[in-house]
């Protein structure tokens, strides 16, 4: 039997999603480099979902049905206001309103892909009204719905401040949303698949993946690397709090990956980005900061940047909260995990591994009183 601690190196399905080969990203076969450089995140998804990319015609219908259906029932608004503000990460009221979606919707456990392309939709679309809109509600703000003459990534920044945001920032979030759609088999889409591969339904693998986002050691790391950041909060604090880690062994946030071995492809555009806004803002602290720590870290660990470090200075100079960070990742992840469960759903079988069972053998049992 082969056991390898974290399934490392284990492959596991076969995929035609996503590749990372030699270092290299690609959705569908293109490379990730021109995904970024070239396209909107709705052709991202487009091509995600239809193994094409879409002609101008397709693509503006596709934009309209994404916008049709982002608005929020009224039941979900509702309950997103009595939710414990205080207490409530965004993820968390996440992966309740997305399990709560399946509620409202009568065919939630039809699997056929006709149900399973409107249920994709539905997710894609409101996924990002759930992000913003509690981001308002916490506020005391009246959710807003998409534009119908705005591109995915400025209705979720006009949703989320109530302004067209300029074209810089559009640009900026736009890239940061096709750099996040798809990874191959990272955590979340792998428990996406575990979870839909029993047959259950696309809510329910979409709240699973949420789940497996959420923590420090995947999605969960951009707020983390935020967070660190503001602990230092000054260039000078970066040694010496960087070899304070070293020594006590911590981890370093937005460092270090699985697969990658001379770095992600995606981390020098977020790195370019945090570089323009900090230029455009006039806030180039912590982009100055992050550099400065990725010499170090690289010095001293051989450990490269992920998806994940420079991220956060961009959502940061965009004025994003940081407890949306992750959710952010999420709202173009879901096209990927989509992407992956339709995939799985075509040629399913139940994924059930082993485990090497080293816990105590041939115990006696002793009843209660005798104990
Ligand atoms: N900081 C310090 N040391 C690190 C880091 C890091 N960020 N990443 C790896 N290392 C070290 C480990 O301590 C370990 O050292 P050891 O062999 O001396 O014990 C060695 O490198 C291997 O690390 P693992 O954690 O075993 O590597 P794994 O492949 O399991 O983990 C992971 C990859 C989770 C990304 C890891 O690098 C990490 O924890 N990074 C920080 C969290 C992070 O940025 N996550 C986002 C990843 S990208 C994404 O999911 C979107």
């Known amino acids: 039997m082969l056991k390898t601690k974290g399934l490392e190196g284990v492959v596991a399905t076969t995929s035609s999603v996503s590749s990372i080969i030699d270092d290299v990203l690609t959705y569908r076969g293109f490379n990730v480099d021109d995904l970024a450089n070239y396209s909107d995140f709705e052709e991202v998804i487009y091509l995600l979902w239809f193994k094409r990319l879409p002609t101008s015609q397709q693509l503006a219908e596709f934009r309209n049905e994404l916008i049709e259906s982002a608005s929020l029932n009224r039941e979900l608004t509702a309950m997103i206001e009595k939710l414990p503000i205080e207490n ?8 309740t309103c997305v399990s709560s979606l399946a509620m409202y919707d009568a065919e939630a456990d039809e699997i056929s892909q006709e149900a399973n392309y409107r249920k994709a939709i539905r997710l894609q679309a409101q996924l990002s009204s759930i992000v913003a809109a509690y981001a308002r509600i916490r506020e005391g703000k ?24 300029d074209k810089t920032s559009e640009r900026a979030f736009n890239k940061a949303l096709v750099l996040h759609a798809d990874h191959e088999l990272n955590a979340s889409t792998f428990t ?31 707020e983390r690397v935020m967070k660190m950041l503001n602990e230092i909060n000054d260039i000078d604090y970066v040694e010496p709090y960087l070899q304070r880690s ?14 990658y071995k001379d770095g992600d492809p995606r981390a020098k555009h977020l790195r370019e980005m945090s570089r323009q806004l900090a230029e455009v803002t006039g806030e180039d602290k ?11 870290v690289r010095k001293e660990k051989g450990l490269l940047p992920n998806v994940d470090f420079y991220s956060a200075s961009v959502y940061h100079s965009l004025g994003i909260q940081h407890d949306l960070f992750t959710p952010i990742f999420a709202i173009s992840r879901v096209s990927g995990w989509v992407a992956h469960i339709l995939e799985q759903y075509e040629n ?3 994924i059930r591994p082993r485990a090497d069972y080293v816990g105590a053998k041939h115990q006696t049992y002793i009843p209660i009183n005798l104990r």
């Open 88 to 95: 409530a990460h965004p993820m968390s009221v996440l992966m």
């Open 286 to 296: 912590w982009y100055n900061m992050s550099l400065t720590m990725e010499q170090i």
């Open 142 to 165: 009246e959710p807003l719905m998409p534009k119908s003459d705005l591109s995915f990534a400025a209705n979720f920044l006009y949703m989320l401040n109530g302004e067209i945001p």
């Open 246 to 259: 070293f020594k006590n062994k911590e981890k370093i946030m937005g460092f270090g990956h699985r697969v």
């Open 348 to 350: 399913n079988r139940l």
């Open 192 to 222: 996406a698949r575990v979870c839909v591969a029993t047959l259950s339904d696309m809510y329910s693998g979409i709240t699973a993946a949420l789940g497996a986002l959420k923590g420090p050691l995947h999605g969960g790391a951009n």
